[in-house]
């Protein structure tokens, strides 16, 4: 089987950096499935990819539900047949600091941005076990088709203070993909991790809108600018590509080179 006729899954894939991801697997000839909680995006960005021509697939699958995951897979299969790619992508927000900060909301950050993400991985994890085995496929081979790619962050090793539930995910986000990476690494699976900084998507829009927000955004970012889901895109699709078939257990950080920033930027003098 020629490694284009590979199926990816992205949640998270109706927005943002999963949407731009779902594009750029689609454009390279994957077929996609897109698997999130927004319907009407959802299925929107199917058809506009190919749902007609069987090249691509909405699920409508909230993460964090293990019913919806179990579906997930199921409709993948039936679609498709198999599965070779995961972009483990989906992932929210929620505002308050360690003394603020409702267990409920902590709660909830957890179940979408870790458990989600390890329920997704299980199910996709097993899934390709499975393919090998039956296949009797060679681990060389496998580490060009097989990968699975978490959806970090910077603040998985820097902080923001009233961003607990979301940093303390992002970092776990990290020893998950290490975990992973170590236990598929046998069979020619590839675990990474990309870590984005300031990307233009519908999570900063506030901060997009509020000027002394944006300075404060941009005197952390050297490269000046706040980045493109393609930008991300682009790193999550190399991952997933034979030329990355010898990374594993990494997370590779499209951050405007803001982890590699001490003081302030010299832009924002
Ligand atoms: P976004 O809000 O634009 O898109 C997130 C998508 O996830 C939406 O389509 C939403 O419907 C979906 N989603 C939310 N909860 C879900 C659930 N329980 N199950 C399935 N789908 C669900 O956000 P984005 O900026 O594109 O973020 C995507 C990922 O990138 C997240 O993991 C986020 O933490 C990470 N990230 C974003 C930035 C940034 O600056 N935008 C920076 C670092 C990391």
Redesign the pocket.
Same mark, same amino acid.
């Given at each position: 089987m020629p490694a284009s006729d590979r199926v990816v899954i992205v949640?998270?894939?109706? #927005? %943002?950096?999963?949407?731009a991801c779902a594009r750029r697997f689609a454009e390279d000839g994957l077929r996609v499935v897109v !698997?999130?909680?927004?319907r009407t995006?959802?299925k929107a960005l199917a058809e506009e990819l190919g749902a007609e021509k069987e090249k691509a697939l909405f699920v409508d699958? #909230? /993460? !964090?539900?293990r019913l919806a995951v179990a579906n997930l897979l199921a409709e993948t299969l039936s679609t498709f047949g198999r599965v070779d790619v995961l972009v483990n992508? !989906?992932?929210? /927000?929620s505002k308050g600091d360690i003394l603020n900060l409702p267990p409920e909301d902590f709660e909830k950050v957890i179940s /979408?941005?870790l458990t %989600?993400a390890f329920l997704v991985a299980r199910a996709a994890a097993r899934q390709m076990a499975e393919q090998i085995h039956e296949n009797d496929e060679r681990t060389d081979d496998c580490r060009k088709r097989y990968a699975i790619i978490n959806?970090?962050?910077?603040?998985a090793v820097v902080a923001i203070a009233d961003q607990l539930a979301?940093c303390a995910t992002?970092g776990a986000i990290n020893q998950l993909t290490k975990s992973m990476a170590l236990a598929l690494a046998p069979m020619g699976i590839r675990v990474n991790a990309v %870590?984005?900084?300031?990307?233009?998507?519908?999570?900063?829009k506030a901060v997009l809108e509020d000027r002394s927000a944006m300075s404060k955004v941009m005197s952390r970012t050297p490269l000046a600018r706040i980045?493109d889901?393609d930008e991300?895109a682009g790193v999550v699709h190399f991952l997933a590509s034979k030329d990355a078939s010898y990374i594993t257990g990494e997370c590779i950080y499209a951050d405007g080179g803001r982890l590699a920033l001490n003081y302030l930027a010299s832009s924002s003098d």
């Open positions: 949640t998270g894939a109706a #927005n %943002g950096i999963g949407k !698997a999130d909680t927004d995006a959802g699958c #909230n /993460v !964090a539900d992508n !989906a992932g929210i /927000v /979408v941005n %989600g959806m970090s962050s910077v603040n979301y992002k %870590g984005p900084g300031s990307i233009n998507t519908d999570v900063l980045g889901p991300v």
